[in-house]
């Protein structure tokens, strides 16, 4: 990725396709410049004050012919995304005039942007941090409102917030500790282990609160990863269904290498389920015999949430009962289907094993039962403590591995500490934690970590 911030930059801001509009982002120091030799209006664009809306058309300059009917917005630096200039045209979203005008823009003195560049510009310049850029990403990717809530969070920065009240903490030890090592007396050494102590102990309580709330910020950021499984003919895909036609699902495709993996996902209660595509749910009956088994085995490894679908109107069989000794530990729920038909299941044997609180009864067919599910699925996930307002949630693993490190460095420190070790050898790892602290919000991130964060992006991000 080029990184020099000198040139003008361009790219399609909208996903491509059919649209009513479509958005060209240009940014750099050429950016009013370029679009000015496309645009006519009025006002000549290099002339328009900043933060302006003007509408007209963009023309090719080499036959003078009319390419769209556009509105153009001009940002001036350092009042824009980037603190560059930005332009922005607003354009008929077909793909051709969308294209037309890119290739304009970049025959005319702009430069096609990397992924991600945009953002990546916001960053090197000052006006976001990473992890304020991480949750752009995060943004763009969100599959639920609380996803997108948690995501706009990060992005208001508050998790750097609480990242930097850590690092002056840190700073304001270590300062301490360089007078005493300067000037060490016995008395002051004994002071400062102890205030080492302390401080280590009250920074390691927060980050401990940090990193709990890492696997809630995972499983919004990501979805839960849910399997439905059980043998033929109990339900599962008219389960799924149901799940689905309640709660909006979307339906992605994604290119797999031997055939589309169709991934579904669909909100309980706000929180993201991603539903596996386990055995019998999309395959033919005859199929589903031979690859069933391998599959469930698969699909159970990988789950947060299994969903054990029996039938009520069957007792157990063999299989049903190895299936159950294998999922016991796991978050999981047994969906006694089918309670319209006459019981013929273990229904007491199976609440006495896993509680009546993981045994939900309900018929796909009438569709009764799904709210008892939902509240199910929300109590096993969140217990309600995601409600909390000021939770600041880790959703990110190279944060949560960051932070890790941080713990472990600063319990290095604690420990030395206790033992009355040489202060300049606690010094180090509480450098180290103050290291990797900064790397989680970029004071001291590798050019090649910051490439690879921000390739991430789509397109004209
Ligand atoms: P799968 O093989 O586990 O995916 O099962 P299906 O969802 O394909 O359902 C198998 C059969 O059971 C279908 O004929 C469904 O209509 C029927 N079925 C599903 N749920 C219920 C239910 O709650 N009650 C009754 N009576 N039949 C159901």
Redesign the pocket.
């Known amino acids: 990725m080029p990184d020099t911030t000198t040139d003008t930059i361009a790219a399609i801001s909208t996903p491509l396709g059919e649209g009513g509009i479509a958005v060209i982002r240009v940014s750099g120091p050429e950016a009013v410049a370029v679009a000015g030799r496309l645009f006519r209006s009025r006002t000549p664009l290099e002339q328009v004050p900043t933060h302006t809306v003007h509408y007209g058309f963009i023309v090719d300059p080499a036959d003078g012919e009319p390419v769209d009917e556009v509105l153009v917005t001009v940002m001036r630096a350092p009042r824009s995304f980037t603190r560059e200039d930005v332009v922005e045209i607003s354009c008929h979203g077909g793909v051709v005039p969308v294209r037309r005008i890119l290739e304009l823009l970049l025959a005319h003195g702009a430069r096609l942007a990397e992924p991600g560049e945009f953002t990546k510009r916001a960053f090197l310049n000052g006006r976001i941090d990473l992890t304020q850029a991480e949750a752009v990403i995060d943004l763009i990717r969100s599959k639920s409102d609380r996803a997108h809530a948690l995501a706009m969070r990060q992005a208001r920065g508050a998790l750097s917030g609480k990242i930097r009240d850590l690092r002056t903490s840190l700073v304001e030890l270590m300062a301490h500790i360089e007078v005493n090592i300067d000037y060490p007396e016995h008395d002051a050494e004994e002071a400062t282990a102890a205030l080492i102590e302390e401080r280590c102990r009250a920074m390691l309580e927060e980050l401990g609160r940090l990193l709990a709330g890492a696997r809630e910020g995972r499983i919004l950021r990501e979805g839960v990863v849910t399997a439905?499984i059980?043998?033929?003919?109990?339900?599962?895909?008219?389960?799924?269904?149901l799940l689905a036609r309640e709660n909006r699902a979307i339906v992605t495709d994604i290119p797999g290498t031997t055939r589309d993996v169709i991934e579904e996902i669909v909100t309980i209660r706000g929180i993201p389920l991603k539903l596996l595509d386990t055995a019998?749910?999309r395959e033919t009956?005859d199929r589903?015999e031979q690859i069933g088994v391998e599959r469930s085995r698969r699909a159970l490894e990988e789950a947060d949430l299994i969903l054990f679908?029996l039938?009520?109107?069957e007792p157990l069989s063999e299989e049903e009962r190895g299936l159950m000794a294998r999922i016991e530990g796991r978050p999981s729920l047994v969906i006694v289907?089918?309670?319209?038909?006459p019981a013929r299941l273990e229904v007491d044997e199976l609440v006495r094993r896993f509680g009546p609180d993981r045994v939900v009864p309900?018929?796909?067919?009438?569709e009764?039962g799904l709210d008892r599910l939902e509240q199910a699925i929300s109590d096993l996930f969140f217990g309600g403590a995601i409600e909390a307002a000021d939770q600041t949630y880790v959703s990110n693993v190279r944060h949560i591995d960051l932070l890790q490190r941080a713990r472990r460095a600063l319990e290095e420190a604690k420990g030395a500490a206790e033992a009355r070790m040489p202060i300049d050898v606690i010094q180090i790892d509480l450098r180290l934690a103050w290291e990797m602290l900064g790397e989680v919000i970029g004071d001291a991130v590798s050019d090649a970590l910051i490439d690879q964060i921000f390739s991430q992006f789509c397109l004209g991000k």
Do not use: Q, W
């Open positions: 439905i059980g043998r033929p003919n109990v339900g599962k895909s008219s389960l799924l269904n019998g749910i009956a589903v679908v039938n009520h109107n289907n089918k309670t319209d038909l309900m018929s796909a067919l009438k009764e």
